[in-house]
């Protein structure tokens, strides 16, 4: 029997290199493009004998901007895969999109390409937001590429958001979500704004935190926001993560229950059979080595037990549904509660987590805490 496995397609390209992004993503021109095409496909066909093991049930184009490259190009990397790896005909097969990318012609041409969920970057639905954040388009440029993408067939369309910007309120985040649901949408994840060394808005605001939002005010917009989404038909599965009945990121899912993917492109991750690794960010080591995978990774590394049990908790701990006892033993053959004693009776006790029958998962508040839960399920 074959193994499932998730495919990761790193499109490095963007149009413009938005204020808050530290992304392994930058403006190129056509030749840029056509050559990481080329070399694309070499590593995919690379993997053919790798291939033969697995059946792919997930396949999710990331970036920068997928959407960027032309129709084409995007049909020359689904061919490859299809010509190397067997995907299942029921596959998730994720794109991101730029609203200030979309085209009717492009939509079409994914959907007949098998491409069947769609994740836009709407990041904010006021202009002056969109502004600040350095995106290259407004909300009405979503709003056409939305409706676009429903005539060209997509009936699973998630939309990224980002909360907690420099001077929002709660009214004011309220009056953004409240806007984004008159249209509809099978899945949302909903970021709050964290400000990264190396980015446009670290120059701005790394020393000038009073200018975003305090602590108590994006404690009060997460919270809302998982309520509001509840009452309009979302359930949140993981920390930042909110879908409809069965419209869940299975793509992403994957990540967070330690299933195996296979990241393919310039920088991408993988896991395979407990071994982490990632693709080179250095663009002429790739494009040497790409028709070698070994050629092409870096920071390879067996995880050993310790850290497989470190990886399931606070991994699992991102969704609600969080942990099952059941499942580790399973796994690994041993009692949780026994591993994690004084740990689970802690955050039990305090109620950061909760217990329901087999499973394990935060509360609200200890979602709110999450960070510093998770670094108690490491060992020393």
């Not at 067997?86 to 098998?114: D, F, H, S, V």
């Not at 994006?218 to 309520?227: D, M, V």
């Amino acid at each position: 029997m074959k193994k499932d496995l998730g495919l990761y397609i790193h499109i490095p390209f963007c149009i413009k290199k938005c204020a808050y992004c530290d992304f392994l993503s930058w403006s190129g021109d056509k030749n840029q493009k056509e050559e990481y095409v080329r070399d694309l496909e070499q590593e995919i066909r690379s993997y053919k004998t790798f291939a033969a093991d697995y059946q792919v049930s997930t396949v999710y184009f990331g970036g920068g901007t997928p959407s960027i490259l032309e129709t084409g190009q995007i049909e020359r990397i689904m061919g490859a895969l299809r010509q190397t790896f067997r995907i299942e005909k029921k596959a998730e097969i994720t794109l991101e999109m730029n609203p200030g990318t979309a085209r009717k012609e492009k939509l079409k041409a994914y959907r007949q390409l098998g491409i069947n969920r769609l994740s836009i970057g709407i990041q904010s639905v006021k202009n002056e937001n969109l502004k600040l954040l350095g995106r290259i388009h407004t909300y009405e440029d979503f709003l056409e590429s939305y409706h676009m993408a429903r005539e060209a067939g997509f009936d699973n369309i998630s939309g990224d958001l980002i909360s907690s910007l420099p001077g929002q309120t709660l009214e004011e985040w309220k009056e953004e979500l409240e806007i984004l649901i008159r249209t509809p949408l099978e899945h949302l994840s909903v970021y709050q704004l964290i400000i990264e060394e190396g980015t446009e808005f670290y120059e701005r605001y790394g020393e000038h935190e009073e200018l975003l939002p305090d602590e108590e005010t994006s404690r009060e917009i997460y919270l809302w926001t998982g309520e509001y989404l509840e009452n309009q038909g979302f359930r949140q599965y993981e920390i930042s993560n909110y879908a409809r009945a069965g419209k869940e990121s299975r793509h992403n899912l994957r990540y967070w229950e330690r299933k195996d993917y296979l990241g393919l492109g310039l920088g991408a991750a993988a896991m395979i059979r407990n071994m982490r690794m990632s693709n080179t960010r250095d663009w002429e080591k790739y494009r040497t080595g790409c028709r070698d995978p070994r050629k092409i990774r870096e920071e390879v590394e067996f995880l050993e037990e310790p850290r497989q049990i470190e990886e399931f908790m606070f991994l699992g701990l991102r969704k609600t549904r969080g942990v099952s006892r059941k499942e580790f033993r399973r796994t690994f053959g041993k009692d949780l509660d026994l591993i994690y004693e004084k740990t689970l009776k802690k955050y039990l006790e305090n109620g950061m987590l909760q217990e329901s029958g087999d499973r394990i998962f935060l509360s609200e508040e200890g979602i709110l805490l999450s960070n510093q839960i998770f670094a108690d399920f490491l060992f020393d």
